[in-house]
């Protein structure tokens, strides 16, 4: 016989691939119960609404979205360059392992803005944090230290978003756009070694 711990979870493993393929809109509770394994009656049990499943399952994915990039500003002994490196390496891969992340969490949160307010992330202003310091002490050049996050960011997760757009438009095979993601972290890297200490 089941456990309670594993019903849930093969509950949120459910939820997760229908609300990350169909949306909060097109997502349906059967659906989730189908692919589950177990009837709606047990779902609904389990987990009241859709809403609250959705809630649950955006909160659990930003949990694994968010520890993964801070790890890379936490190594010791790494110059701050290095951690910028790191960061947009560990950002990239995680990206390439959930390509369709990017997507489910800024849709959830145009949709919901309450729950951005509701996640505690620290991350962004750490950088700020780190690098303000990093310019006070002159050892990376004075910059706009939002606009840099902004577009250190933006050039990170806009393949991911616009990759369908962005295939049809210059005919590229699911591989060629493989291999461009891959390249994207040298292109980042050396974008902000540009910027910062102008290599």
Do not use: W
């Not at 987990?47 to 968010?66: A, C, G, N, T, Y």
């Not at 309450?114 to 750490?126: F, M, Q």
């Amino acid at each position: 016989m089941e456990s309670e711990i594993t019903t849930e979870q093969k509950i949120m493993d459910a939820a997760e691939h229908v609300f990350l393929d169909e949306g909060f809109s097109g997502a349906r509770m059967q659906h989730i119960a189908d692919r589950a394994g177990i009837n709606k009656a047990m779902l609904h049990y389990y987990f009241r609404s859709k809403d609250k499943l959705f809630e649950l399952v955006f909160r659990h994915k930003m949990k694994q979205f968010v520890p993964q990039i801070e790890a890379a500003l936490n190594e010791a002994n790494m110059t701050f360059i290095e951690k910028i490196d790191r960061f947009v390496l560990a950002y990239l891969t995680m990206l390439q392992k959930n390509p369709r992340l990017p997507i489910f969490i800024l849709s959830t949160i145009h949709r919901n803005p309450e729950l951005a307010n509701s996640i505690d992330i620290k991350l962004g202003a750490e950088i700020i944090r780190l690098m303000e310091i990093e310019i006070k002490e002159g050892r990376i050049k004075k910059v706009d230290t939002h606009q840099f996050m902004l577009t250190l960011v933006g050039m990170c997760l806009f393949p991911f978003i616009a990759r369908p757009i962005f295939s049809k438009t210059f005919d590229l095979t699911p591989k060629q756009y493989d291999q461009l993601l891959a390249e994207r972290r040298v292109h980042a890297v050396q974008y902000a070694r540009a910027i910062l200490i102008g290599e």
